[in-house]
């Protein structure tokens, strides 16, 4: 809960300029989701059907709003932000997809959209773990660069090359493996 609360914040900073601050909330935000993680790992009674809805939820708001507002801060191009996005929409979709073929009957909105009745799980690719490790690198980066001025760099410039490099090799990934990725946990 708490990155989604702060993605709306970030976005406000980032869109304002206030780049500093908006580093420094980012970074609070990755301790948050690496906090959230050693809990859910090890002290079994803290994980939740929820929670495990709520976590890739939080990442795909909290990824969204920092690209958009990075690239309406002229930090990240607009191509690239185009590309994540329609990446994670098209996952979402396959997702939503998945859910409502592994639900049995009824299939009713309170069931559907009920984390108790978990029916499949995704399986992220390699290849997507790399590319959600490149996209935060990018996100950190592109935050850094007004703070310590290096917008210009090469370097930067090949992180976006990079970074729209494994977008379109995760996308593949999971287009490819399709079915390999998706784990039928229970028809009920």
């Known amino acids: 809960m708490a990155r989604m609360g702060l993605a709306p914040v970030l976005g406000y900073l980032i869109v304002e300029e206030n780049f500093d601050v908006a580093l420094g909330v980012f970074v609070l935000a990755g301790v948050t989701d690496l906090l959230d993680g ?5 002290w079994a009674n803290q994980k939740s059907a929820l929670g495990s809805a709520l976590d890739p939820l939080a ?9 958009v507002s990075l690239t309406c801060a002229n930090l990240i191009p607009v191509s690239l932000t185009s590309m994540i996005i329609l990446r ?3 996952l979402i979709a396959a997702v939503f997809y ?7 009957p009824p299939r009713t909105l309170s069931r559907y959209f009920n984390p ?6 995704l399986k992220p690719t390699f290849i997507s773990k790399m590319n959600t ?5 990018l996100v950190a ?10 917008v210009d760099s090469i370097y930067l410039q090949t992180l976006w090359c990079v970074t729209a490099f ?23």
Do not use: M
């Open 141 to 150: 980066a592109s935050l850094a660069a007004p703070v310590f001025n290096y």
């Open 98 to 104: 998945v859910r409502y073929k592994t639900l049995s």
């Open 59 to 67: 990442d795909k708001i909290l990824i969204s709003v920092l690209y």
């Open 166 to 188: 494994t977008t379109i090799t995760s996308a593949y990934s999971y287009y490819h493996y399709g079915q390999k990725t998706v784990q039928v946990i229970n028809n009920k």
């Open 38 to 42: 050693f809990i859910a790992r090890n």
């Open 133 to 137: 490790a490149v996209q935060l690198i």
């Open 88 to 90: 994670d929409v098209a």
């Open 116 to 121: 108790c009745y978990a029916t499949a799980q």
